[in-house]
């Protein structure tokens, strides 16, 4: 395949956050990425069936002078058997998202 400069584009499978399958995408060496269109979408329709339907709008609260947090609500609590003290590793893919992760 060649891109719109005119450069050959390079084949690369792709791993996606979150999904089983890959997507496959063509990579100019100038920086152009174009995805095929059945890969892609077959990602797109994986992570639309895992997301969660259970979605809960929080408000955060002040714990102390420097320190913001959120409690979990009941609901989050029941369906994922939440209990005190259990740890959890927090990451931040973007300034969008945070994502817990609790351990087995």
Not at 27 to 36: D, I, L, M, N, T
Not at 48 to 76: A, C, D
Request: net charge positive.
């Amino acid at each position: 395949m060649k891109c719109k400069c005119g450069k050959k584009m390079e084949k690369v499978t792709v791993e996606i956050e979150g999904a089983d399958n890959r997507a496959v995408s063509y990579q100019c060496p100038s920086g152009h990425v174009e995805f095929e269109k059945e890969s892609s979408a077959k990602v797109v329709k994986e992570l639309k069936m895992k997301e969660s339907p259970l979605k809960i709008k929080q408000k955060i609260v002040k714990l102390s002078s420097n320190r913001l947090g959120f409690y979990f609500n009941q609901n989050i609590v029941r369906s994922l058997n939440l209990k005190a003290g259990e740890e959890v590793y927090i990451s931040v893919p973007d300034k969008k998202r945070i994502i817990l992760k609790f351990e087995d």
